[in-house]
């Protein structure tokens, strides 16, 4: 693109200088009376112009100025007036391929109006050796300007791109061996755009997987330490289960309408308490699903969690219909009912004379939903942005946000879902949908009834 354009522009030059010396010397042969010249004179000028004959048109007649005597004939012809630039590029390379030796005419226009049109006959062996002087020079200084040019280009690269790309690939090497340690985290200091929120895109990757390691460290810390927990309360819940079996031989109504809800708590704390020391795995055991009776189910379960709540006005209203049944493992759905209306019952603590915790629910196709409300005032907006995230969705203050999410995991594992209707300062309502069967109990069928008789095993209906 550089070289061929030059050669050429020379070649045009080179030509248009010789069309001019030959024009400067046909003026010696008009400046005499008889347009006659010596012979050495002739060779003189001639040879000073580089040409062999000079032709020029003047008054529309076309004479032969000054000539030398040349064996051969013209080989080819070049007009200069109405030449393309293509056609001077490539008569510039075909100068340069041809053979030596060659005899060629140029035609072009006098300058300063000395006639109508010149023409100069001249061997081309000198213009080719000049043009390839020429092009070499050209080519040198091209190599020498494209080797700065990409000498700077390639110091460009690495001061604005290369080292910012090893620094950032340095540093998620260093971040990969402690990224628990927040010092290794990169700090953005590109002032390229894109390596700028590439950086950015980093540190704050980096620094939410930071932040999650630590949360995992202090998670598994705080595992361990409920593992050494349920390990002790294991033994002293057992300890009182002895103490309670005694207490359930008492004749006394009282003690007798007490003690078997008694003894079904007890046995549920060191079900749970067993199942915490198996702390090698992360998930809830796959629910056993029965047929649970909802209405009474329900009953037990708000009598349980208003026991300490009776003189604030806080009541349970059980909307559930009678003989409504669902398919759900009756420890569990424990647990998820019992979280909601703990929920409930600590937001209705904060109320002056109390509130109502409502339970409901309706059968709809393909399972049963059930929804658990108050008349409470709300949950905060802080909870709502994570609702059923551990650690991280509590309500209230103290509170460490696991109910709602154990809960909602526990219905996800018998393919329903639990979510929240609307929570505002008039109250708020949780819907859980749980699939399966939703009939009436039939004969020889044996359903759950309460949490208590969730201990003892039913016999599986004869199609599962």
Known sequence: MILVPAVSRFRVEYLREHLERAQIASLALLATPDDMVE??????????????NIVLQRDQRRELVLSSPFS?????????????????????????????????????????????????????????????AHGQGIAALSLAISTVAAVLLFLALRRFITRPIQRVA???????????????????????????????????????????????ERLAQLGGAVARISHDLR?????????????DMSR???????????????????????????????????????????????????????????????????????GLVCEADPDQLFRVLGNLMRNAREALENVAGGGIICVSA???????????????PGLPTSALENLFQPFRGSGRRGGSGLGLAIAAELVRGHGGRLELLDTS???????????????????????VTSPRNSL?????SPDR
């Open 39 to 52: 012979p050495d004179l002739e060779a003189e000028l001639l040879d000073n112009a580089g040409v062999l």
């Open 72 to 132: 051969g004939a013209v080989d080819e012809t070049f007009d200069l007036r109405e030449a393309s630039e293509f056609t001077l590029l490539s008569d510039a390379v075909r100068c340069l391929l041809a053979p030596p030796g060659r005899i060629i005419r140029v035609i072009g226009p006098p300058v300063k109006g000395g006639g109508m049109v010149i023409e100069v006959t001249l061997p081309e062996d000198p213009l080719r050796a000049e043009l390839i």
């Open 170 to 216: 340095h540093n998620m090497s260093r971040f990969q061996e402690a990224p628990e340690d927040p010092r290794r985290i990169i700090r953005p200091s590109s002032r390229m755009r894109e390596l700028s929120e590439a950086e950015h895109a980093l540190q704050d990757m980096q620094a939410r997987l930071n932040s999650a390691l630590k949360q995992k």
């Open 235 to 247: 033994n002293m819940l057992t300890t009182a289960q002895l103490l309670v079996d005694r207490i």
């Open 252 to 322: 006394d109504p009282r003690v007798k309408r007490v003690a078997p809800k008694l003894v079904a708590s007890l046995d549920r704390a060191i079900n749970l308490c067993e199942r915490t020391l198996d702390f090698g795995r992360t998930e809830e055991p796959p629910p056993e699903p029965r047929r649970v009776l909802l209405r009474p189910f329900v009953d037990d379960i708000g009598e349980g969690e208003l026991l300490g709540a009776q003189n604030s006005g806080i009541c349970l209203r059980n909307d559930v219909p009678e």
């Open 362 to 376: 309706v059968a709809v196709e393909g399972g049963v939903e059930v929804i658990v409300a108050d008349d409470g």
């Open 425 to 447: 300062t008039e109250g708020t309502r949780f819907r859980i949908y749980l699939p399966g069967a939703h009939a009436l109990p039939g004969e020889g069928e044996k359903t």
């Open 456 to 460: 003892l095993h039913t016999p599986e």
